[in-house]
């Protein structure tokens, strides 16, 4: 592939709305970027994070060479030859002593890194793996399992045409997750016919443009929300009508809500009671509502009770299926397993989604149990730096038999890795997020590769390739009749595939191999990674074909077509609002509103309950603040960053004052885990007793000159695998027991 300085078009990998860019190339340097006006979905927008992708792109830390560990711990650089046969025969060898259910997996894609990951379950699959988890198992399957019950999808909000947007635990401004999020943000602000409500301890950019800021009590959300919906309840202002035709279990919901003392639940979450009323009035006033809950409550006490009752501001005052309000949605590839919570070997953990919960993973190692997992793949991911308690997730991937990491660096991860495997950046090959959430228009976007991948690197999809042929689990000459079908065209190919799979069913295990090998060599401009689109298009089209056909694409083959030639991403899907009733996935499409376990927890709301801090560890810490120069693990380089370089701990005026801490100074954070030293940031944004410090930080980077450094704190040195949620098994990063004090010059 030739460089050229002509504006091309990808997307940034920063955040899950991975909005549409175009740049320049200097060479292999990202030299211009600026947001692609084109795309469907973001429309030239973007955020300053965009600007700084070439610290990813280009950065002293990429591997070029596949690693294997010596006995004392380095590593050498071996040929993928010898790389991928190894590693096929270790998993083979721990498959067949052991099952193929003790290889556990953990990742599938870092932000807007999905398409590689596809291909993973082939490999899995061929060894009998049953067992993963990643990111979203630290965030999301509180919220995934109490979706399921209510009406079995995922649900967004359309803040763009919103009258009152709400937001829980949720910082927008900074974490952005719907398309165009400032921008709407400031419209919403300016007009005075909207509004917007925000509950968060914290004095965030978004909550300083709020209309209602309910500035609540670390930890105190459910408290909060169950008031709102109580008055909801208490004072007749549910939409019936809608409740009637579209709701059941109404009434154990109302019981519950009736009994709910707002003056004391106000009280308890710190909200003064009488603000909390005018904001679920002007909920039930609005005729439209949109609410998005995210890792601020998501990551703390009470979770998935707070995703069950944040639901219910909506869900009673009918803002469903109507503009301006909350939505299913289409989706392009499933973000989340279907089927029920089952359970981890060892520790019996919940496993919702298909995701078992990031935080048991070293208890589910570090044990004599015979279910034990022995081998491990990581892919895309850091769980030594992103899992809670990252001493003992170090501890617990030292001690297997065989970990291998995919990955474009040399990540915390990697150097406990047996085999380290380079995989080419995600402007080196074709590449896609799932992350397809919006409605009534959802939009993929396919990026092109901007460059060749960096010598010595391979793209993921050639990668889960080389391993399934060295399994030897597919007869090539059966995929000869597909690679025929495949260069005779899409049609001949459609046929040519069901035909094939349905004569040797074992074909259907390893399906990513199957299309990778054989439609993936007869497609144009280096796009065989993206095979199992084609897939996944054919998918959509049977599942949502009238609204696929609204979107302008006849059929599958179409779509997949448009897909490989829309270089600034497509609209895959066009709802209209009654489309949502389709969507609910009960035999009577209607939303379930009753589920006993949260009805339960709601009650013992009311009971006296034990604090969560204590004289030992007196203040809150949120762990993984999101701000302007912070991007989770991606960019490794702490060049980009133009601001707070060493991610200070923030702690507010009367805490400071307290503690003697002074604005630039430094502090120790002292929690049940473990100690690290911040330097400090004093503002009014913090409420006592509440203190954060920032994700992104706490990695280990080698510059130029190949000296180390490890700017801030890795936030889960301090935080503990035990402090989880009761039924998803998510982490409380945002609700860590600490101690501050401050340090001498």
Same mark, same amino acid.
């Given at each position: 592939?030739?460089?050229?300085?002509?504006?091309?078009?990808?997307?940034?990998?920063?955040?899950?709305?991975?909005?549409g860019?175009?740049?320049?190339?200097?060479?292999?340097?990202?030299?211009?970027?600026?947001?692609?006006?084109?795309?469907?979905?973001?429309?030239?927008?973007?955020?300053?994070?965009?600007?700084?992708?070439?610290?990813?792109?280009?950065?002293?830390?990429?591997?070029?060479?596949?690693?294997?560990?010596?006995?004392?711990?380095?590593?050498?650089?071996?040929?993928w030859?010898?790389a991928?046969?190894?590693?096929?025969?270790?998993?083979?060898?721990?498959?067949?002593?052991?099952?193929?259910?003790?290889?556990?997996?953990?990742?599938?894609?870092?932000?807007?890194?999905?398409?590689?990951?596809?291909?993973?379950?082939?490999?899995?699959?061929?060894?009998?793996?049953?067992?993963?988890?990643?990111?979203?198992?630290?965030?999301?399957?509180?919220?995934?399992?109490?979706?399921?019950?209510?009406?079995?999808?995922?649900?967004?909000?359309?803040?763009?045409?919103?009258?009152?947007?709400?937001?829980?635990?949720?910082?927008p401004?900074?974490?952005?997750?719907?398309?165009?999020?400032?921008?709407?943000?400031q419209?919403?602000?300016?007009?005075?016919?909207?509004?917007?409500?925000?509950?968060?301890?914290?004095?965030?950019?978004?909550?300083?443009?709020?209309?209602?800021?309910?500035?609540?009590?670390?930890?105190?959300?459910?408290?909060?929300?169950?008031?709102?919906?109580?008055?909801?309840?208490?004072?007749?202002?549910?939409?019936?009508?809608?409740?009637?035709?579209?709701?059941?279990?109404?009434?154990?919901?109302?019981?519950?809500?009736?009994?709910?003392?707002?003056?004391?639940?106000?009280?308890?979450?710190?909200?003064?009671?009488?603000?909390?009323?005018?904001?679920?009035?002007?909920?039930?006033?609005?005729?439209?509502?949109?609410?998005?809950?995210?890792?601020?409550?998501?990551?703390?006490?009470?979770?998935?009770?707070?995703?069950?009752?944040?639901?219910?501001?909506?869900?009673?005052?009918?803002?469903?299926?109507?503009?301006?309000?909350?939505?299913?949605?289409s989706?392009?590839?499933?973000?989340?397993?279907?089927?029920?919570?089952?359970?981890?070997?060892?520790?019996?953990?919940?496993?919702?989604?298909?995701?078992?919960?990031?935080?048991?993973?070293?208890?589910?190692?570090?044990?004599?149990?015979?279910?034990?997992?022995?081998?491990?793949?990581?892919?895309?991911?850091?769980?030594?730096?992103s899992?809670?308690?990252?001493?003992?997730?170090?501890?617990? @991937?030292?001690?297997?038999?065989?970990?291998?990491?995919?990955?474009?660096?040399m990540?915390?991860?990697?150097?406990?890795?047996?085999?380290?495997?380079?995989?080419?950046?995600?402007?080196?090959?074709?590449?896609?997020?799932?992350?397809?959430?919006?409605?009534?228009?959802?939009?993929?976007?396919?990026?092109?590769?901007?460059?060749?991948?960096?010598?010595?690197?391979?793209?993921?999809?050639?990668?889960?390739?080389?391993?399934?042929?060295?399994?030897?689990?597919?007869?090539?000459?059966?995929?000869?009749?597909?690679?025929?079908?495949?260069?005779?065209?899409?049609?001949?190919?459609?046929?040519?595939?069901?035909?094939?799979?349905?004569?040797?069913?074992?074909?259907?295990?390893?399906?990513?191999?199957v299309?990778y090998?054989?439609?993936?060599?007869?497609?144009?401009?280096?796009?065989?990674?993206?095979?199992?689109?084609?897939?996944?298009?054919?998918?959509?089209?049977?599942?949502?074909?009238?609204?696929?056909?609204?979107?302008?694409?006849?059929?599958?083959?179409?779509?997949?077509?448009?897909? @490989?030639?829309?270089?600034?991403?497509?609209?895959?899907?066009?709802?209209?609002?009654?489309?949502?009733?389709?969507?609910?996935?009960?035999?009577?499409?209607?939303?379930?509103?009753?589920?006993?376990?949260?009805?339960?927890?709601l009650?013992?709301?009311?009971?006296?309950?034990?604090?969560?801090?204590?004289?030992?560890?007196?203040?809150?810490?949120?762990?993984?603040?999101?701000?302007?120069?912070?991007?989770?693990?991606?960019?490794?380089?702490?060049?980009?960053?133009?601001?707070?370089?060493?991610?200070?701990?923030?702690?507010?005026?009367?805490?400071?004052?307290?503690?003697?801490?002074?604005?630039?100074?430094?502090?120790?954070?002292?929690?049940?885990?473990?100690?690290?030293e911040a330097?400090?940031?004093?503002?009014?944004?913090?409420?006592?007793?509440?203190?954060s410090?920032?994700?992104g930080?706490? @990695?280990?980077f080698?510059?130029?000159?190949?000296?180390?450094?490890?700017?801030?704190?890795a936030?889960?040195?301090?935080?503990?695998a035990?402090?989880?949620?009761?039924?998803?098994?998510?982490?409380?990063?945002?609700?860590?027991?600490?101690?501050?004090?401050?340090?001498?010059?």
């Amino acid at each position: 592939m030739t460089e050229t300085q002509e504006w091309q078009s990808t997307a940034c990998i920063l955040c899950e709305c991975n909005c549409g860019i175009v740049v320049q190339l200097d060479g292999r340097t990202l030299s211009k970027i600026r947001g692609d006006k084109a795309h469907p979905a973001s429309q030239g927008y973007t955020c300053n994070k965009a600007l700084r992708l070439d610290h990813y792109q280009n950065n002293s830390s990429r591997l070029t060479s596949p690693m294997r560990r010596r006995p004392d711990g380095s590593y050498e650089e071996i040929d993928w030859d010898t790389a991928i046969s190894e590693i096929a025969e270790g998993f083979s060898r721990v498959r067949d002593e052991y099952g193929g259910d003790k290889i556990f997996y953990y990742g599938g894609g870092g932000q807007g890194n999905h398409l590689g990951g596809a291909y993973s379950g082939a490999f899995l699959k061929a060894l009998g793996a049953r067992y993963r988890s990643n990111a979203l198992a630290q965030e999301k399957t509180g919220e995934f399992w109490v979706d399921a019950q209510l009406y079995g999808g995922h649900t967004r909000g359309e803040f763009e045409h919103a009258e009152v947007s709400v937001f829980v635990g949720k910082n927008p401004w900074m974490s952005q997750s719907f398309p165009r999020a400032r921008t709407v943000l400031q419209d919403i602000a300016k007009d005075p016919q909207r509004s917007m409500i925000v509950i968060d301890p914290v004095l965030t950019d978004t909550a300083k443009m709020a209309d209602f800021h309910l500035r609540v009590r670390p930890g105190t959300d459910a408290w909060c929300i169950s008031a709102l919906a109580a008055v909801l309840v208490q004072e007749d202002l549910c939409d019936e009508a809608f409740l009637t035709e579209h709701v059941t279990g109404v009434e154990p919901v109302r019981d519950a809500l009736r009994a709910v003392d707002v003056d004391d639940f106000a009280q308890r979450c710190g909200v003064d009671a009488e603000l909390l009323r005018a904001a679920a009035r002007r909920i039930a006033g609005a005729a439209s509502v949109s609410v998005f809950e995210d890792l601020g409550v998501q990551q703390a006490p009470n979770s998935t009770l707070v995703s069950y009752l944040n639901k219910m501001l909506w869900i009673l005052t009918g803002n469903f299926a109507k503009r301006g309000g909350q939505h299913l949605h289409s989706s392009f590839a499933p973000l989340f397993a279907a089927g029920g919570v089952g359970r981890s070997p060892v520790t019996g953990a919940p496993i919702i989604a298909g995701l078992l919960p990031s935080n048991v993973v070293p208890q589910e190692i570090l044990t004599d149990h015979p279910d034990r997992f022995r081998a491990m793949i990581v892919e895309s991911s850091n769980p030594a730096h992103s899992i809670a308690d990252s001493a003992a997730v170090r501890d617990a @991937l030292g001690a297997l038999e065989l970990l291998v990491v995919v990955d474009v660096a040399m990540t915390e991860t990697a150097r406990l890795a047996h085999y380290v495997l380079p995989a080419a950046s995600q402007f080196e090959k074709p590449e896609a997020t799932f992350f397809n959430l919006e409605f009534p228009h959802n939009t993929f976007h396919l990026r092109h590769a901007l460059m060749t991948p960096l010598p010595g690197t391979l793209p993921e999809p050639e990668i889960w390739a080389r391993l399934v042929r060295a399994l030897g689990v597919v007869d090539d000459a059966e995929l000869d009749p597909l690679r025929r079908a495949a260069r005779d065209g899409l049609d001949a190919y459609l046929g040519a595939f069901f035909s094939a799979v349905g004569a040797n069913p074992a074909l259907g295990r390893v399906l990513p191999y199957v299309l990778y090998e054989t439609l993936g060599p007869a497609l144009p401009d280096g796009l065989a990674g993206a095979a199992a689109l084609w897939g996944l298009a054919q998918k959509a089209a049977m599942t949502y074909p009238d609204a696929v056909r609204r979107a302008g694409h006849a059929d599958g083959n179409a779509l997949f077509t448009a897909i @490989l030639e829309g270089r600034s991403g497509v609209t895959f899907t066009v709802h209209e609002y009654e489309d949502d009733w389709n969507l609910v996935s009960h035999s009577d499409r209607r939303i379930a509103l009753e589920i006993p376990e949260m009805l339960s927890e709601l009650g013992a709301l009311a009971t006296d309950r034990p604090p969560l801090i204590s004289d030992d560890y007196p203040i809150v810490l949120s762990a993984g603040e999101r701000r302007a120069f912070t991007a989770n693990d991606i960019i490794r380089d702490p060049g980009w960053r133009k601001r707070d370089a060493d991610g200070a701990l923030r702690v507010s005026v009367e805490d400071a004052a307290a503690l003697g801490l002074v604005d630039g100074g430094r502090a120790r954070i002292t929690t049940a885990a473990g100690s690290a030293e911040a330097s400090v940031e004093v503002t009014d944004v913090m409420l006592p007793g509440h203190a954060s410090l920032p994700n992104g930080f706490g @990695l280990d980077f080698t510059d130029a000159n190949g000296e180390q450094q490890v700017p801030g704190v890795a936030p889960n040195n301090l935080t503990s695998a035990d402090w989880r949620d009761e039924f998803a098994g998510t982490p409380w990063h945002k609700h860590v027991p600490a101690r501050i004090e401050a340090l001498t010059a």
